[in-house]
T-cell receptor, first 112, second 110 residues
Framework: NAGVTQTPKFQVLKTGQSMTLQCAQD?????MYWYRQDPGMGLRLIYY???????DKGEVPNGYNVSRLNKREFSLRLESAAPSQTSVYFC???????????FGQGTRLTVV | KNEVEQSPQNLTAQEGEFITINCSYS?????LHWLQQHPGGGIVSLFM???GKKKHGRLIATINIQEKHSSLHITASHPRDSAVYIC????????????FGKGTHLIIQP
């Protein structure tokens, strides 16, 4: 039972480089989310997808794009990485609003 | 935007002690989540509740909707309970996703 799988677990980027964080869930969940976790702050929502084919901005979407490739997969892309995007990124999924949330193991990203 | 406050921010206790972590929020919610995060690890859901009380093993979560307050209790605490405990709320309105507290860093000493 894999749950929510994120790749990679660690990444170092140079300023201006691009990369895509991958997330897949095997629970047939409808909703998927990308959050970032910074020291001294609660997790913040970057983007979410309430269902296959839809995506919406969260609290901190600037500098990111997302793709809901299919029901299982939800990717997060940084087109031109900046040091301010150094963070730990978590993907999560749920059946829908007000249901239990399942989280991936996180991706620790450092932009130098 | 909902404001989620947790207290205490840090808590160190001895093995066997009864632990209480508090969470308050500013706007009415549809559900409240308690999550656990071990150092360097992922985030695991402990409870989701919208009223009353839930119990799982040595963990108990309560919520008072009128007072906009929830507590997480750990009975007979053990060093393996050492982790960050995070409170998160789902809004009752149109926005999706959760709003998180900053977490409570718990250390249980043997």
């Amino acid at each position: 039972n894999a749950g929510v799988t994120q790749t990679p677990k660690f990444q170092v980027l140079k300023t201006g480089q691009s990369m895509t964080l991958q997330c897949a869930q095997d629970m047939n969940h409808n909703s998927m989310y990308w959050y970032r976790q910074d020291p001294g702050m609660g997790l913040r929502l970057i983007y979410y997808s309430a269902s296959e084919g839809t995506t919406d901005k969260g609290e901190v979407p600037n500098g990111y794009n997302v793709s809901r490739l299919n029901k299982r997969e939800f990717s997060l892309r940084l087109e031109s990485a900046a040091p301010s995007q150094t963070s730990v990124y978590f993907c999560a999924s749920t059946w829908g609003r007000n249901t239990e949330a399942f989280f991936g193991q996180g991706t620790r990203l450092t932009v130098v | 935007k909902n404001e989620v406050e947790q207290s205490p921010q840090n808590l160190t206790a001895q093995e066997g002690e009864f632990i209480t972590i508090n969470c308050s929020y500013s706007v009415g919610i549809s559900a409240l989540h308690w999550l656990q995060q071990h150092p360097g690890g992922g985030i695991v859901s402990l409870f989701m509740l919208s009223s009353g009380k839930k119990k799982h093993g040595r963990l108990i979560a309560t919520i008072n909707i009128q007072e906009k307050h929830s507590s997480l209790h750990i009975t007979a605490s053990h060093p393996r309970d050492s982790a960050v405990y995070i409170c998160a709320v789902g809004s009752g309105g149109g926005a999706d996703g959760l709003t998180f507290g900053k977490g409570t860093h718990l250390i249980i000493q043997p």
